[in-house]
């Protein structure tokens, strides 16, 4: 299929001059080379609900496991990515989206971790990534655990109107309906970083991501 | 120097609960896994002057040698990246630029091929991306090969007026003054994409971008 595509490309390449040169390297052979097939693992969840830290531990057990992963966090990228840009706001997580695609295309196992608070949005991501290739992992902490965890003082700041439109607060969660892989609380309580990791890594194995 | 960068951000991170939580697999842990140096190899010169060929060609040569690249290209990035969304016409190659900052910091030798015309703006670029890691490459091609070649019929576009601010036309191209790598014309002719890709992985092999 990909290399259909690519042959198809680099027709339109030859005739036109215009579009894809690069295509002699394809994601089939980058995912040959690196043993892992490239995706985008968009965490969403309420602040505080562990998205972070998730997104830390699957990296650095993907990592150990000689894995090429890379973590786009909405704290980061807040520093870097969007930072000065002329972007209106509905356009961050989008932003990041397409930047995450070019990871997974490039056979990286790319995970990013941002509240996106709203289904339309998330969907509008999935549908920017080919088939396949978007895993949306649901972080189902319910606001009461998380506003009680409030480990940046943010629900604190909120619930005194310091913080306007904050998620949970004053602007809705709209929860995932179908979402590949959705971390639960074990006995109302959060479960470590390693069991989440281990739960995607998981997943990842068992959908054919992850080669030996 | 990064372990310690580690280290504070580590520090950070547990005083205040705020940012940095993926610090604990970083740049050299990544460097040691790829076995390369990730960074940010930026080709700028004229439209025609063979900037996406070499792009190619040095993926290719790279893929071949099992390092991880990837190409960002005007051409396909058009496609994707900066499509609709509220850029600024300025802001584009900053935003590659950053984009491509992440691809080095994941690991990957990210190759972003763009005219970028204004010495300034490839200076803002060469700021954003640390020490080291952002090789500047010129396509030292005179404009009126590139116009005789006009692979995609730009430069008659531009002579008839149908393309207004076209490099080299009716703006203006600022060649790099002290930049790490000019590629050249041979006995007036284009280099193969062969030999112009062979001299980036040269300058990797020879300044510890690329280890056995």
Request: proline share 4%; net charge neutral.
């Amino acid at each position: 299929m990909q290399v259909m595509e690519n042959l198809v490309r680099t027709t339109v390449g030859m005739s036109t001059n215009i579009v894809w040169h690069e295509c002699s390297i394809g994601k089939l052979e980058r995912q040959n080379l690196l043993m892992q097939k490239g995706c985008v693992i968009w965490i969403t969840g309420f602040s505080g609900s562990g998205k972070s830290t998730l997104a830390s531990m699957l990296n650095r057990q993907l990592h150990c496991r000689g894995h090429v992963s890379y973590v786009l966090d909405g704290d980061n990228l807040r520093h870097g990515l969007n930072k000065d840009l002329s972007f209106k706001a509905e356009d961050r997580a989008e932003n990041i989206c397409r930047v995450a695609k070019l990871f997974a295309d490039a056979g990286v196992i790319c995970t990013a971790s941002l509240i996106s608070p709203y289904r339309r949005d998330r969907d509008a991501c999935r549908a920017l990534v080919p088939d396949s290739m978007f895993i949306e992992v649901f972080m189902d902490v319910p606001l009461k655990v998380c506003e009680e965890r409030d480990p940046k003082g943010l629900y604190k700041l909120a619930r005194a109107g310091k913080i306007k439109g904050f998620t949970g607060i004053d602007d809705p969660y709209e929860p995932p309906m179908d979402c590949e892989i959705v971390i639960q609380l074990k006995d109302g309580k959060y479960q470590t970083p390693k069991a989440m990791a281990e739960q995607v890594v998981t997943y990842l194995e068992e959908n054919g991501y992850l080669k030996a």
